[in-house]
């Protein structure tokens, strides 16, 4: 089941948060960088404005009861590369590794898609770090190619995230 999140949900929102990246993440960075990301990017005054942000969604996927990930998407001025008012980025989505292998994730970006198409929007986006072999996969096989490339900064190390893009119209 996927239900939106608001800002009554901020402290499950940033357990899964942490919980998600730590575990997608932590065994291809030093702690110090991992914990300095994780400290900066999920506080609760950050994550809630995000949730405040009219141009952001947020989405708790549940299986068994349980929060089993999350997905975020930004449009407009909230996307984090100036993409147009056409495009939908979707900035996070993670399952949680207990939950893996449940058709999860599809489910997730089916959901992205679907704000995309009800919305109107000639494409959606995101990035993925150029290591990610496992989410660089996923999104080739749903029809992502990649168009270009940003830097993202795990704590004091800078890393390639790939953009990856699929026109919808």
Do not use: C
Not at 46 to 66: P, Y
Not at 84 to 99: N, P, Q
Not at 144 to 169: C, N, P, W, Y
């Amino acid at each position: 089941m996927i239900t939106p999140i608001t800002p009554a949900d901020l402290h499950e929102l940033q357990k899964i948060s942490r919980e998600t990246f730590d575990e997608t993440f932590k065994d291809q960075n030093t702690s110090e960088n991992m914990n300095a990301y994780l400290d900066q990017a999920f506080t609760e005054e950050k994550l809630i404005s995000e949730l405040n942000n009219q141009s952001s969604l947020f989405f708790f996927i549940r299986h068994g009861g349980h929060n089993a990930g999350y997905l975020k998407v930004n449009t407009g001025d909230a996307q984090t590369e100036s993409m147009g008012h056409d495009a939908l980025e979707v900035e996070r989505i993670y399952v949680s590794r207990t939950f893996q292998k449940l058709g999860l994730g599809k489910k997730l970006l089916d959901k992205a898609f679907e704000i995309a198409y009800s919305s109107d929007r000639d494409k959606i986006w995101l990035g993925v770090w150029e290591h990610n072999a496992k989410a660089l996969a996923f999104y080739k096989r749903r029809g992502f190619v990649q168009t270009g490339a940003h830097s993202f900064f795990m704590g004091d190390d800078e890393q390639t995230d790939l953009i990856m893009e699929k026109r919808l119209k």
